[in-house]
């Protein structure tokens, strides 16, 4: 098997897109990123980073939006991009998501308004006050591949779960309770985060890292889908190598709505990506 | 004097757009709004959500994200909206704010992209886990009329600052000190917030409150002007009547860039929106 780098991985084979003309790429969402049958917001997210990179004339997404209107499907999917403005540091861009339906119309499945720049240009200084998540060390933590061999105890989300298999996540058990039908009820989330193959992440998998963990609502004792409305991310910092360590916290379910807000870290104690995300609650809580 | 009303104000009458056709609309983007000889973002992002409610058939703003392209100037606008999906509860649309240079061509100044729903239709379900921010009482806050009469202790912002004019803002004193020239460091702001007429707020304006506070750029140390690159705002119930409590803070000061996380409380101890900038640092810190 050949060695998993950036550029050579099941993510990047994933995610990639092949441009037609200018501002049209084709893309094929793969299967194999589904959760609960729906294609995962942060790998759709990525796809259409990688997409903006290509038509934009900096390479790292600074800040990111999306807006998920209608459902994906594994399949065909086409990509169109605008460029907004292009400036000396910075250039803005907005991009469509498009599948197509048996009659031939299409359907916008998703809209981002992003902003790019080079983040290897940026300046060294760091004056961050935010400190790491507290998480206990990889190996106390709990995985498809290591949760105890009691009935219950392996993380069980509903449901395909074929993105699982894309992933090597690590749950901080204090935020798993709800897998043994004990959620803390405090609405968050923590675990390392890597990629199954071992491929390094960057900042396009960073889009993926944000939208990749169980939702929240899990911790809240709530079951079921909780799809997003829309995700904005912020990619402050390329990430060094090795596992990511991601915090998400929800601290305002009302009204059928919750927000999702997450922090990613790097093993440089960086914090290389902020997101926030507002998601729908489809039950009585 | 006329009674002051939600739709019979000043911030009313300065973020009026005039449909001219379907998807177009007129603006002037008024001098009483600009900070530091800067067009508010928070009134720009306001008078584009007036449009964008205009043009979806919903009426309110639940997540709202803005690209700040170049700087506004006082003076006429164009604001062209594009209706990117019609739902039964939400709608999504955008919407790109345009002016004239000399030579007529169009430069584009802000693109917005939003989900519009209808907040009063919203189950009233209430699971928030935040709290309030600690603030004082608005009688020990600082305001322009009632700062301590000794020199310096007028919070004082460089440059124009006709918005001053706009707003009722009592800064939280913990927040305040950079105003003689004792940064807290921790990169905060908090004050009470209300419009100087006294009309009541309303999801429109909520989205000026979050982005009508002193730069926490200035609890750092750092002086001068922080512009947004973007921001994204959640308007996630109608506030009641009466004064706001505005929280901000920034934890991840780095690279040139900096992040300000806003919370928006009403009197009925509700967190009636939640936003999120990106802003650049234009000096060394």
Chains 1, 2 share one sequence.
């Not at 959760?35 to 934009?56: E, K, P, S, T």
């Not at 904005?232 to 601290?251: C, D, E, K, N, S």
Request: proline letters at 9%; hydrophobic letters at 40%.
């Amino acid at each position: 098997m050949s060695q998993v780098t950036i550029g050579n991985s099941e993510f990047d084979r994933d995610t990639a897109v092949t441009r037609r003309a200018t501002g049209v790429y084709e893309a094929h969402l793969s299967a194999g990123w589904t959760i609960i049958q729906a294609v995962n917001g942060g790998y759709l997210l990525a796809m259409m980073g990688r997409a903006l990179g290509d038509a934009l004339p900096h390479p790292d997404p600074l800040t990111i939006t999306g807006h998920y209107l209608t459902a994906s499907e594994p399949g065909p999917a086409v990509i169109r991009t605008e460029i907004v403005r292009t400036g000396r540091t910075m250039s803005t861009g907005t991009a469509s998501l498009i599948q197509f339906t048996h009659d031939g119309r299409e359907v916008e499945r998703l809209r981002v308004l992003a902003t790019y720049g080079d983040l290897g240009a940026l300046p060294d200084d760091v004056r961050t006050t935010a400190k790491p998540p507290a998480i206990p060390p990889y190996e106390h933590c709990l995985g498809t591949d290591n949760a105890p061999d009691t009935p219950g105890a392996r993380p069980a989300i509903p449901g395909s779960t074929e993105i699982a298999d894309r992933l090597a996540l690590r749950l901080d058990p204090a935020t798993a309770g709800w897998a043994i039908g004990a959620p803390s009820g405090k609405g968050e989330m923590r675990a390392w985060f890597g990629l199954a193959d071992g491929r390094d992440p960057d900042p396009l998998s960073l889009l993926l890292t944000v939208d990749a963990l169980p939702p929240t609502a899990f911790d809240m004792g709530l079951s079921g889908w909780v799809p997003t409305v829309e995700l904005t991310a912020h990619v402050r910092q390329r990430p060094a190598p090795g596992p990511l360590r991601v915090a998400i916290t929800t601290r305002n379910l009302a009204g059928g709505f919750l927000e999702e807000d997450t922090e990613v870290w790097d093993t440089e104690d960086r914090l290389v990506a902020q997101s926030r995300q507002l998601a729908r609650v489809l039950q009585t809580p």
